[in-house]
């Protein structure tokens, strides 16, 4: 365990410090609490590899795939994600701001700034979008009888 706040907030930007370009998901957290300024950032050129996010409901999943989203967007990555929910589809549009925003953006230590992100919506269905068309053998025997429902 770190002995101060000092030490964790070293311990974190010595961890993270990287070479070029990287993204910026957060930052660290000590006890509950988070700590202004030590910031969580992937290397860019890292990003080509396998990941997973995974945890319980409203642990923080589908706002650190949007953050994945817009950062990459920034840096002008195509980003493809599969939103079922209709979750992600939000960075489309700026946000209209909330104070629990702003609290959150000075806790971590970097200003928000509302933006919108490029969205092109994909479809397999009839649904609004952009119609995906594929071949039977391009799909495979199991999505195929996922979609047709057998």
Same mark, same amino acid.
């Given at each position: 365990?770190? /002995? %101060?706040?000092q030490?964790?907030? %070293?311990?974190?930007?010595? $961890?993270?410090?990287?070479?070029?370009?990287?993204?910026?998901? #957060?930052? /660290?957290?000590?006890? $509950?609490?988070?700590?202004?300024?030590?910031?969580?950032?992937? +290397?860019l050129?890292?990003?080509?590899?396998? #990941?997973?996010?995974?945890g *319980?409901?409203?642990?923080?999943?589908?706002?650190?795939?949007?953050?994945?989203?817009?950062?990459?967007?920034?840096? #002008?990555? +195509?980003?493809?994600?599969? %939103?079922?929910?209709?979750?992600?589809?939000?960075?489309?549009?700026?946000?209209p #701001?909330?104070?629990?925003? %702003?609290?959150?953006? *000075?806790?971590? $230590?970097?200003?928000?700034?509302?933006?919108?992100? +490029?969205?092109?919506?994909l479809?397999?269905?009839?649904?609004?979008?952009?119609?995906?068309?594929?071949?039977?053998?391009?799909? $495979? +025997?199991?999505?195929i009888?996922?979609?047709?429902?057998?």
């Amino acid at each position: 365990m770190m /002995a %101060d706040k000092q030490e964790f907030f %070293d311990y974190i930007n010595a $961890g993270y410090t990287t070479k070029g370009e990287f993204i910026k998901l #957060g930052a /660290a957290m000590l006890e $509950g609490e988070t700590v202004t300024d030590a910031l969580v950032k992937i +290397p860019l050129k890292t990003m080509n590899r396998h #990941g997973l996010i995974a945890g *319980a409901t409203g642990t923080g999943k589908t706002k650190t795939l949007q953050i994945l989203a817009e950062n990459l967007s920034e840096k #002008g990555v +195509p980003v493809l994600l599969m %939103d079922m929910k209709g979750d992600l589809s939000g960075i489309a549009q700026p946000s209209p #701001g909330h104070a629990k925003i %702003d609290e959150r953006h *000075a806790a971590i $230590g970097f200003p928000f700034e509302a933006k919108k992100f +490029p969205v092109e919506i994909l479809t397999l269905s009839k649904q609004n979008g952009v119609r995906l068309r594929a071949t039977v053998s391009e799909f $495979g +025997p199991v999505l195929i009888s996922r979609i047709l429902g057998v």
